[in-house]
């Protein structure tokens, strides 16, 4: 059954209130005064209400009448929501692109390019962050559509990927923490004597992955990097964090540099599937190419 309620109906309501009056508002939409009040009546006797009252100076909104204003507006809001989507993918931009990178890398570091996104288009951003194997599940299983992330050894054959800058991770470990009375060599039979402080990998189905991590050595996992800095500086282990995070940590006295210990230069990398590209994923790879800098 089809309902008498129209979107134009919808829309004189709308301008009737907002104007407050039928003459302003037939002026708004460019209408006789008359042919509201004609469209109005016609809809008040299909729905068999009142939907304005009449009885003094001027015509108000009934209960009825308010009612199907308000949920008329969540109509009109729904409805150009569609025509923009639409509109959206019409020109080959897409409705929702998410980037998925790796918890080392700062969130902030992608809010220049979210802002400069909402300057060309009003495709919705979805900033995720994943831990090691997550990156790279996030991807291969359509939870992310762009990821940044350390490079790996070896990538995924359906996958581009393009070197976009670099991080720099050091040992460190809080200032009175027991390692840094050692004497010697900083290697794999030395770090085995120390608890790791991790960060959890993201990923649900494929096996996780362990960077710097021995197997016989005790270790402390933690949610996220936040997490890893306060247990670090809480003296609960030693770990590797950027060096754009670590140098303040070290100045501070909070942290220091575990010794015979060199700083280390990763590849930073962004991959995306080779057969999934479209304009805002492209507009956000080319951004990230010219842009990227690590805070």
């Known amino acids: 059954m089809q309902s008498p309620i129209t979107l134009e109906a919808l829309h004189i309501l709308d301008a009737i209130d907002r104007r407050g009056s039928f003459a302003a508002a037939a002026n708004e939409l460019n209408r006789a005064p008359s042919s509201l009040s004609y469209q109005i009546q016609k809809l008040e006797q299909d729905l068999d209400i009142m939907i304005f009252d009449r009885s003094g100076h001027k015509a108000v909104f009934t209960e009825s009448g308010k009612l199907i204003l308000e949920r008329g507006r969540t ?62 599940e996030s991807l291969e299983n359509g939870r992310a559509d762009l990821l940044v992330c350390p490079k790996l050894d070896n990538l995924p054959l359906d996958v581009k990927s393009e070197v976009i800058g670099k991080i720099s991770m050091v040992w460190v470990a809080a200032s009175d923490h027991y390692v840094h009375k050692r004497n010697g060599e900083f290697d794999e039979a030395a770090r085995e004597k120390y608890r790791v402080i991790a960060i959890a990998d993201t990923a649900r189905e494929q ?32 770990g590797t964090l950027p060096t754009t995070i670590a140098n303040e940590l070290i100045k501070s006295g909070a942290l220091k540099q575990i010794a015979s210990t060199e700083i280390r230069s990763v590849d930073v990398i962004m991959a995306w599937k080779r057969n999934q590209i479209g304009e805002a994923k492209s507009w956000c790879i080319q951004y ?5 800098k690590l805070k």
Do not use: Y
């Open 207 to 238: 096996p996780a992955i362990s960077i710097n991590i021995l197997q016989k050595q005790p270790r402390l996992t933690v949610t996220n990097l936040p997490a890893k800095i306060e247990a670090l500086k809480a003296g609960l282990g030693i």
């Open 75 to 136: 109509i009109l809001s729904a409805t150009e929501k569609l025509v923009h989507d639409a509109s959206l993918l019409a020109n080959g931009w897409e409705l929702d692109v998410t980037l998925a990178f790796d918890g080392v890398i700062a969130v902030e570091n992608f809010f220049p390019m979210v802002e400069a996104l909402g300057n060309v288009s009003s495709t919705r951003v979805r900033l995720q962050e994943e831990i090691l194997a997550g990156c790279w």
């Open 288 to 292: 990230l190419k010219r842009n990227w």
